[in-house]
């Protein structure tokens, strides 16, 4: 919640006595990140995290992008490819440079081409380096 303004845990709800889950174990959470509302639902041990579902981060530059990618590449979390990286609790996230996608719909076939096949080398996405590729 301190990493992203205008975020707050909203309402937490618990299993009861005679449910799955031993009673006071959390069963659902509410939250706001930057103003957006989610449900968080404990399904158990079977219902496990991955990337096909993932929260997207939009930067307005790389301070903002290595500010996130820092915060939630620590105490445990995990760099991946591409601007994806696990969190220390195994959820995913694309750290991704608003300039990404003002070169993909501005630019030539040629120069996105050359954009983005810098990014596929890249982890945490380099904004200077992407701009850089894009020109030629």
Request: net charge negative; hydrophobic share 45%.
């Amino acid at each position: 919640m301190s990493l992203f303004p205008n975020s707050a845990i909203g309402t937490v709800s618990r299993y009861g006595e005679g449910m799955p889950f031993p009673k006071g174990t959390v069963l659902m959470v509410e939250f706001t990140l930057d103003g957006q509302p989610f449900q968080a639902l404990n399904g158990g041990p079977h219902y496990v995290l991955s990337p096909a579902i993932s929260f997207s981060v939009p930067c307005a530059d790389q301070a903002e992008v290595d500010r996130y990618w820092d915060a939630l590449t620590a105490d445990g979390g995990a760099a991946g490819r591409c601007g994806w990286l696990k969190d220390r609790f195994g959820v995913s996230w694309q750290i991704v440079p608003t300039a990404l996608g003002r070169m993909q719909e501005a630019g030539t076939s040629v120069q996105v081409g050359r954009m983005m096949r810098a990014l596929m080398g890249m982890s945490r996405l380099d904004v200077a380096a992407l701009e850089s590729a894009f020109a030629g």
